[in-house]
């Protein structure tokens, strides 16, 4: 199983980015985005899930981020919209079969892409 995430950069506080995750090896029961700031630990942002509950978002981003999942490709997306310099953050695309209660947990998935920067400035 490989995840490979694509689509960070630099843009202005107010921009949009998608970012791309690239799944291999076989399908999973749940797919989430993850980011760690500078010298912040890790912190979950938006998972799709198979369970009937349907996506989840943190707080902080609903309403401007959306994320989706292409299962012919087997590829995630993160929407991101209405960026904030507070979005400044390494994304990591992430694939597991975690139980309910893990979804937005990070120990819940078994598979980690590399990692994308976005940087937001204002």
């Known amino acids: 199983v490989q995840l490979q995430a694509s689509g960070g950069g630099l843009v202005d506080a107010g921009d949009s980015l998608r970012l791309t995750c690239a799944v291999s090896g076989r399908s999973f029961r749940s797919y989430a985005w993850f980011r760690q700031a500078p010298g912040k630990e890790r912190e979950f942002v938006a998972a799709v899930t198979a369970f009937s509950s349907g996506n989840r978002y943190t707080d902080s981003v609903k309403g401007r981020f959306t994320i989706s999942r292409d299962r012919a490709k087997n590829t995630l997306y993160l929407q991101m919209n209405s960026l904030k310099p507070e979005d400044t953050a390494v994304y990591y695309c992430?694939?597991?079969?975690?139980?309910?209660?893990?979804?937005?947990?990070?120990?819940?998935?078994?598979?980690w892409g590399q990692g994308t920067l976005v940087t937001v400035s204002s």
């Open positions: 992430a694939a597991g079969d975690p139980i309910i209660t893990y979804v937005s947990a990070s120990e819940g998935y078994k598979y």
